[in-house]
């Protein structure tokens, strides 16, 4: 499980049961086993002979699964919603292991999630310092030309931070409707980041979908639909977040 002594909400959110914070919630409310006791101590050390079980199921007995998501709009990227809306586990009752959303897209955003059970590669994809692409395509109210939106290629003020030079181009417009469809590739993963940049530029966004993540798209899939990344797809993957390939 681990080849060294590590605080056990680290060990619990590496295993990719939950964030850190979350993982501090179940043991504090007695969800969490160390070597067959309950325990709601925080920060204790665990090692490589420990075992720790999250609601009887042992960390580390689950095989890896690896999964590309088309999340629809609607959908919460979570594992659960205490408001009772449908989140992105929904659509994986199919699969015995435990799967978790890698980051998060807006409830009324659509697009590519990666989902697994694999926290270091999730922590890895979620990383700042790798700054993998991400390319959203937007519907957004008004015409822009390219001068327009020349401010994103360099970078807009949004929340007091200024975002990293971004990738933009205009795919089709409606002069019927006033409105425009156009494609922008970030690596940054600021709250809300693509919609507040279209606005700083004067283009509120109508409608949101994230289309490439990484190396992965969603060719061949309708929202709601998921598939398993392709063993190649994985390898090229880790490539990009510097992860080294587990040993067989």
């Given amino acids: 499980m681990t080849t060294k002594n590590e605080r056990l909400q680290k060990v619990i959110a590496n295993a990719g049961i939950a964030s850190r914070r979350h993982a501090e919630?179940?043991?504090?409310?007695?969800?969490?086993?160390?070597?067959?006791?309950?325990?709601?101590?925080m920060g204790i050390?665990?090692?490589?002979?420990?075992?720790?079980?999250?609601?009887?199921?042992?960390?580390?007995?689950?095989?890896?699964?690896?999964?590309?998501?088309?999340?629809?709009?609607?959908?919460?990227?979570?594992?659960?919603?205490?408001?009772?809306r449908k989140v992105v586990t929904d659509y994986f009752e199919?699969?015995?292991?435990?799967?978790?959303?890698?980051?998060?897209?807006?409830?009324?955003?659509?697009?590519?999630?990666?989902m697994t059970n694999d926290g270091e590669l999730a922590n890895h994809?979620?990383?700042?310092?790798?700054?993998?692409?991400?390319?959203?395509?937007?519907?957004?109210?008004?015409?822009?030309?390219?001068?327009?939106?020349?401010?994103?290629?360099?970078?807009v003020s949004i929340d007091g931070k200024m975002t990293a030079p971004a990738k933009v181009e205009i795919l089709s417009t409606d002069k019927a409707k006033k409105t425009a469809i156009v494609a922008l590739t970030i690596h940054q993963g600021m709250n809300h980041q693509v919609k507040k940049m279209f606005k700083a530029v004067g283009?509120?966004?109508?409608?949101?979908?994230?289309?490439?993540?990484?190396?992965?798209?969603?060719?061949?899939?309708?929202?709601g639909e998921h598939r398993p990344i392709k063993p190649q797809e994985l390898h090229d993957l880790r490539q990009l977040t510097g992860e080294q390939e587990e040993a067989h």
Avoid: C
Avoid at 203 to 223: C, D, M, W
């Fill in 203 to 223: 283009f509120p966004v109508i409608k949101l979908s994230r289309e490439a993540y990484g190396n992965l798209t969603l060719a061949g899939l309708q929202p």
């Fill in 25 to 41: 919630t179940l043991i504090a409310s007695g969800h969490v086993k160390v070597n067959g006791h309950v325990t709601t101590e």
């Fill in 45 to 84: 050390k665990i090692g490589p002979h420990d075992t720790v079980e999250v609601d009887g199921v042992p960390i580390g007995k689950e095989a890896k699964r690896y999964f590309l998501f088309y999340k629809p709009r609607g959908v919460i990227s979570a594992v659960e919603d205490n408001k009772g």
């Fill in 94 to 114: 199919d699969v015995q292991e435990r799967l978790y959303p890698v980051g998060r897209l807006d409830y009324d955003t659509s697009g590519l999630l990666v």
């Fill in 125 to 155: 994809l979620m990383h700042p310092r790798y700054a993998l692409e991400k390319k959203y395509v937007a519907k957004v109210e008004g015409i822009p030309n390219r001068p327009a939106l020349a401010p994103l290629k360099t970078g």
